[in-house]
Antibody
């Protein structure tokens, strides 16, 4: 079945880095864009940006530039989110979410997020 | 930047109808998607492109969108429908989520 499986919870100290993985299965990975969504404790959903799985080109939302990097390894159908120089306010659950819109010819159609990973809790604490 | 406003909470009696609104400037011109999130779980898509249900989502969930308001309707509410609900649109190549609504089934 179509699913996204994310890596496990992480506990990091301020200033460290973390890399979250999101492994896709059950569909052709490069046919659909991958989005990243953050949810701080007790808060709502916040879109971080997305990566074109055809070209590897990332797009970052405002507030998620500089310390956040989206990447891919298409050979293992996996998307990654790396966060550097971690701060306490980065403590959150991070979700990957597949975009229902189809990617073709280097561009992807924006649509609903139809498949979500289970989430990865990242805790930043000294 | 584009904003989506939802009521903080909605209460509905068991078996009755709940309506969750999502307000945005001329939202009727956009595709609206709705997600259900239960405590400790990932969000689940329940309505896409205003009124379409993914496979596996009960017919009790329906959506509409016009003018400045989109609405998610839950008919014959069940205890299992208790959750947070978020609307979402794309605006200028940016995905925007609503503020979220907590639905309580009494």
């Amino acid at each position: 079945q179509v699913q996204l499986v994310q890596s496990g919870s992480e506990l990091k100290k301020p200033g460290a880095s973390v890399k979250v993985s999101c492994k896709a299965s059950g569909y052709t990975f490069t046919n659909y864009a991958m989005n990243w969504v953050r949810q701080a404790p007790g808060q709502g959903l916040e879109w971080m940006g997305w990566i074109n799985t055809n070209t590897g080109n990332p797009t970052y939302a405002q507030g998620f530039t500089g310390r956040f990097v989206f990447s891919l390894d298409t050979s293992v159908s996996t998307a990654y989110l790396q966060i550097s120089s971690l701060k306490a306010e980065d403590t959150a659950v991070y979700y990957c979410a597949r975009d229902l819109g189809y990617c073709s010819g280097g561009s992807c159609h924006e649509d609903a997020f139809d498949i979500w990973g289970q989430g990865t809790m990242v805790t930043v604490s000294s | 930047s584009y904003e989506l406003t939802q009521p903080l909470s909605v209460s509905v009696a068991l078996g009755q109808t709940a309506r969750i609104t999502c307000g945005g400037n001329n939202i009727g011109s956009k595709n609206v998607h709705w997600y259900q999130q239960k405590p400790g779980q990932a969000p689940v898509l329940v309505i896409y492109r205003d009124s379409n249900r993914p496979s596996g989502i009960p017919e009790r969930f329906s959506g509409s969108n016009s003018g400045n308001t989109a609405t998610l309707t839950i008919s014959r509410a069940q205890a299992g429908d208790e959750a947070d609900y978020y609307c979402q649109v794309w605006d200028s190549s940016t995905a925007v989520f609503g503020t979220g609504t907590k639905v309580t089934v009494l």
